[in-house]
């Protein structure tokens, strides 16, 4: 009707365009800061690879005094913390989420949700001051009478501090159920009730049910919930940093202290003065960043297929 | 009773065991907090900043202003980009680019602490040749994002779209729906998950070391290297003097009641939200 648009309609059209230019901006920045991250971590740590190349991958020497430096124990430190973490964590997680989902009624679920949600919202460090000073004295306690029992000397008389790989996998355990629990009650509270009742009305036990019906649905959410916990657990930082030990070479047990990707950086960065060190310490940390997005990723795609289906 | 039976029973007292577990390690790790944790608890610790080496006393006031005054900057860089970026995704749900934006989201919040604070020394630290509290800030901004782009797309696709078809039918246009119907009706919403966010960078050390770096003094200036409680935690836990252990502990229990107060703060505004919704 209008043919002169009014001030106030200008006004408007004005703080329309706005909105959407501070959308778009907002959401073109949020995506262009993977990559900025990724330029910025591979830029930084150049001189790194001019040196070591890709053999830094598989090199197992990590020594500042020498400036050789062979990112394997931090790699292996990593994968079997992580993996070590989760493998004593899930059975606990799949348990629980399966108690919340099947067994509790709403008056114990509901408070149970809410302590699973605050030991998931305790910073790593505070994980990091309790492992260091409760969990640690109990490990080398166990290593002293592990040590015993298998006769070895060597284990009794050097490696008993307590601070090492054990500590670290025992630690992240604890860390990542709160999370990986949560996730796969999430999927199992998605399980169509008819699909349960079915069976329980052709006589299955409620086990049964869970076992034969319940699980096999959930599958592929569990694995991506799995995987999004392995991701969370290969990036911890404090508390791990806080309980293995800061070792340098590469571990031959459980006990040995060792370093992870994170650990490593948060250990070392600060001392370290040469630019092929530092340099070395970021490569370490483009790796963990190049594995942490692979894996949520990853697990994203495999969650959402697993909601379609 | 048949095999199956008593598997069935079995595994009923394994999961609730499981369950029972978990509560027993979170109450073994909060009661340690505790305990250890008001020992050295006194209106000095609070108020007061730490005492020159060798001598007794002294606080954790200067870690307390670090961590309010690097925790709120934060707050206040990273709200714009992850609210609009939000307000982007649930807009434009479909599209595939708001897809990759939602994954981004995904993929960011995955990437370990100690990720972007190696980031924060690269591109702020040493570009500019000085720790400060502001790259601290710039650090966990990119920690804040994410979550709250999340949280805000979440919250918005709550809003029943009859509300919003209204809004549009009377001739609003979309920023004007989307503000005054969509962010209005989920402004609690909204305003829990960034308090659940601050909660979770509040509590961040590893995006610090290399960023804040740590101060003895209390500090204002944001330009200038400041300490924060949980920076505080790690160097005190680190260190072989007792007495500064004691004060790590403290300090933890002081974080964790901070950081209890914003989930607090946050859960009973979710339950206004679902009240009102239901």
């Known amino acids: 009707m209008a043919a002169q648009p009014s001030r106030s309609d200008r006004r408007e059209l004005v703080r329309e365009r706005a909105f959407t230019a501070a959308g778009v901006t907002a959401a073109v920045a949020l995506v262009t800061t993977i990559v900025l991250f990724l330029l910025e971590l591979f830029v930084t740590s150049r001189s790194s690879r001019a040196a070591f190349g890709w053999s830094f991958l598989w090199h197992s020497e990590w020594n500042p005094v020498t400036e050789k430096f062979g990112a394997l124990p931090m790699i292996v430190g990593t994968l079997v913390t992580g993996f070590g973490a989760l493998l004593i964590s899930t059975p606990f997680a799949l348990g629980i989420a399966i108690f919340l989902a099947d067994y509790a009624g709403k008056k114990v679920s509901e408070p149970v949700k809410y302590l699973i949600s605050l030991l998931g919202g305790l910073p790593s460090v505070i994980f990091g001051l309790w492992g260091l000073f409760v969990l640690v004295p109990l490990v080398s ?29 025992l630690l992240l355990a604890i860390m990542i159920l709160p999370f990986s629990a949560s996730l796969i009650l999430e999927s199992l509270l998605v399980v169509p009730t008819e699909l349960k009742e079915g069976a329980l009305a052709l006589g299955a036990t409620k086990w049964d049910t869970i076992q034969n019906v319940e699980l096999p649905y959930v599958r592929k959410s569990t694995v991506g919930a799995l995987v999004l916990s392995l991701g969370r657990a290969l990036g911890e930082t404090m508390a791990v940093t806080m309980v293995i030990g800061n070792g340098m070479k590469m571990p031959r047990s459980l006990f040995d202290p060792a370093n992870t990707l994170a ?16 340099a070395s310490l970021i490569q370490l940390g483009l790796i963990l960043f190049v594995i942490s997005i692979i894996i949520n990723i990853a697990a994203r795609i495999i969650l959402r297929r697993g909601v379609q289906q | 009773m048949t095999g199956r039976k008593i598997k069935n029973s079995v595994m009923g007292v394994l999961v609730a065991a499981s369950a029972v577990l978990l509560i027993a390690v979170l109450a ?24 020159p080496m060798g001598e007794s ?31 982007y995704v649930a807009e434009h749900r479909g599209l595939r680019f708001a897809d990759i934006v939602r994954l981004g989201a995904d993929a960011l919040q995955g990437v370990p602490s100690i990720v972007i604070g190696i980031f924060g020394y690269t591109f702020l630290v040493a570009r500019f040749r000085s720790y400060s509290a502001l790259s601290a800030s710039v650090a966990l901004a990119f920690m804040f994002v994410p979550t709250t782009a999340r949280v805000t797309e979440e919250v918005l696709n709550l809003v029943p779209s009859g509300l919003k078809e209204a809004a549009y039918a009377l001739g609003a246009r979309r920023s004007s729906v989307v503000w005054n119907v969509g962010i209005k009706t989920a402004a609690a919403g909204i305003t829990s998950g960034l308090l659940t966010s601050m909660a979770r960078i509040a509590g961040e050390t590893a995006p610090l070391l290399f960023t804040a770096f740590g101060s003895r003094y209390v500090e204002w200036n944001m330009l200038r290297p400041m300490s924060a409680l949980p920076l505080q935690i790690y160097i005190y836990a680190s260190s072989p003097y007792p007495a500064l252990q004691q004060q790590a502990w403290s300090a933890a229990f002081v974080l964790v009641l901070l950081i209890l107060l914003l989930q607090y703060g946050a859960k009973h505004l979710i339950a206004r939200v679902l009240r009102v919704k239901a």
């Open chain 1, 141 to 169: 306690k166990f290593e002293v009478w592990f040590g015993k029992l298998v006769g070895s000397e060597a284990l009794v008389a050097s490696g008993t501090t307590g601070v090492g790989l054990l500590a670290a996998i």
């Open chain 1, 263 to 278: 650990s490593a950086i948060a250990n070392q960065f600060l001392e370290a003065t040469s630019p092929v060190y530092i």
């Open chain 2, 28 to 51: 073994v790790i909060v009661w340690h907090i505790f305990i250890s944790g008001v020992k050295y608890l006194n209106w000095n610790f609070f108020t007061k900043a730490p005492t």
């Open chain 2, 57 to 87: 006393g002294g606080g954790v006031f200067n870690a307390i202003v670090g961590t309010f005054l690097i925790t709120l900057v934060a707050a206040a860089i990273g709200t714009p980009f992850g609210m609009f970026a939000g307000i």
